[in-house]
């Protein structure tokens, strides 16, 4: 298997949604951890938690959680729940670390995965409050996103959306660089 630099992982990274199965061992749950693990983070409080789902009766009951329009995560292996809350991180003012802290290194796990060839998909569509009672969330803690792990199908699949089809053959247009990024202070139109 060739190994990608940052830069390739980066470029390769797509969310697709045609899925289909992939092994999953213990030594991957422990790869990517280990990437998310070497993240930065305020203070190195590292607030980011995960939950590795695999088992397919518990993939079943969190795949209830989901929008009809989700229908395609049942075609993955794995899903990652990203928890955490604001006290495990700095707050300073009014800026709370937890959130851009557990993102980066949930990014950190996203691009090692790119990288040995998988998908991860992170999705926003689930009831949290169901999504947490199945995986046993403390209620005072914050599921960020699911990530859905499994490997790009050289087929589309039939339980995807006529839309999420389409995006499947290419990537979705990006915003281009004038409308984000600004030189020395902020100039948006």
């Known amino acids: 298997m060739k190994i990608m ?3 390739e992982a980066i ?5 697709y949604r045609s899925l289909d199965p992939v092994e999953i061992k213990e ?14 983070s305020c203070f190195n409080n590292q607030p980011w938690r995960y939950i ?17 329009t989700n229908e395609w995560v049942k075609n993955g292996s794995m899903i990652i729940a990203v928890v955490s809350k604001k006290d495990y991180d700095c707050v300073v003012g009014n800026r709370e670390y937890y959130l851009f802290d557990t993102g980066m290194a949930t990014a ?5 995965a790119t990288e040995l060839n998988l998908v991860a998909h992170p999705i926003a569509g689930y009831d949290e409050e169901k ?5 046993g969330i403390p209620e005072d803690m914050l599921l960020i996103t699911l990530v859905i792990v499994g490997k790009r ?4 699949k039939t339980n995807l959306t006529e839309k999420q089809a389409e995006i499947e053959k290419q990537r979705p247009e990006r915003i281009h660089l004038e409308k984000f990024a600004y030189i020395n202070t902020f100039e948006e139109e």
């Open 108 to 112: 950190f796990l996203i691009l090692r």
């Open 131 to 135: 999504a947490k009672e199945v995986l």
């Open 52 to 68: 590795f789902v695999h088992n397919p009766n518990t993939l079943e009951k969190l795949c209830a959680t989901l929008p009809n």
């Open 5 to 7: 630099d940052v830069k």
């Open 27 to 40: 030594e991957l749950i422990k790869e990517l951890a280990q990437s998310a693990q070497l993240a930065p």
């Open 11 to 15: 470029n390769e990274r797509r969310a």
């Open 153 to 156: 199908s050289k087929t589309i």
